[in-house]
């Protein structure tokens, strides 16, 4: 099955600086790739996804690049702010997004006033 | 805005009772999913349906949980009895339909299980 690896586990940052959160995964297959964010004691919240046939996307602060020959993908967050603050998890799936998703273990990311 | 309801919030249980948590997706999404997270890591599927059928249930420890979806739209996951390795968070999710190629995930607050 899916692997998904996720790092850093823990990601230290300067309000306004940029923040950049990495995951490989395994399976050739998979082609839909959703960044989660959650806060503490909440669900987690779609704030970006990739499918196979685009190389990046943006969306205001946030943008996700996807390199299919090398199985990763990545998260950046650009001028950071406070509320950024939370852990984020990348996913995978092989079916468009309508099945199972595959999560790494999680960035928690500190935004330092 | 629509969002997926969970309840209860928080339950806390001693080992060997039942315990149960319902779930009611967004309206018109045909494709509810459970997922049991660990204190500290990322989500896990343990089953999926496609209204009210079964599409993937691989990962549900069958022996203790089990899960249903009646009438093709609220579920309700149950564990018996529940053992202190299932303390975790169980979270719902729905999505619009099955074998789209747009498709996404939109998940609840989670039902946050304590068993002593």
């Known amino acids: 099955g899916e692997n998904v690896e996720q790092h850093p586990s823990t990601l230290s940052v300067q309000e306004g600086d940029s923040a950049v959160i990495k995951c490989t995964y395994s399976d050739s297959a998979s082609n839909y790739f959703p960044w989660y964010k959650q806060e503490l004691g909440k669900g987690p919240q779609l704030i970006i996804d990739i499918r196979s046939n685009v190389g990046e996307k943006k969306d205001q602060r946030i943008a996700v690049t996807l390199n299919k020959t090398a199985k990763h993908f990545s998260l950046h967050i650009t001028e950071t702010q406070p509320e950024d603050s939370a852990v984020y998890f990348c996913?995978?799936?092989w079916g468009g997004g309508a099945d199972g998703l595959t999560f790494g273990k999680g960035t928690h990311l500190i935004i330092q006033p | 805005e629509a969002e997926v309801a969970q309840s209860p919030r928080y339950k806390i249980t001693e080992k060997s009772q039942a315990v149960a948590f319902w779930c009611d997706p967004i309206?018109?999404?045909?494709?509810l999913y459970w997922y049991r997270q660990i204190l500290g890591q990322g989500p896990e599927l343990l089953v999926q349906f496609q209204d009210e059928s079964v599409v993937d249930d691989s990962q549900l420890p069958k022996d203790r949980f089990s899960a249903e979806r009646l009438k093709g739209v609220d579920s309700t996951l149950k564990i018996q009895p529940a053992e202190l390795g299932d303390s975790a968070m169980y979270l719902c999710a729905s999505s619009l339909r099955a074998g789209g190629s747009t498709d996404t995930q939109y998940f609840g607050p989670g039902t946050r299980l304590t068993v002593l």
């Open positions: 996913a995978a799936s």
């Open positions: 309206s018109g999404h045909a494709t």
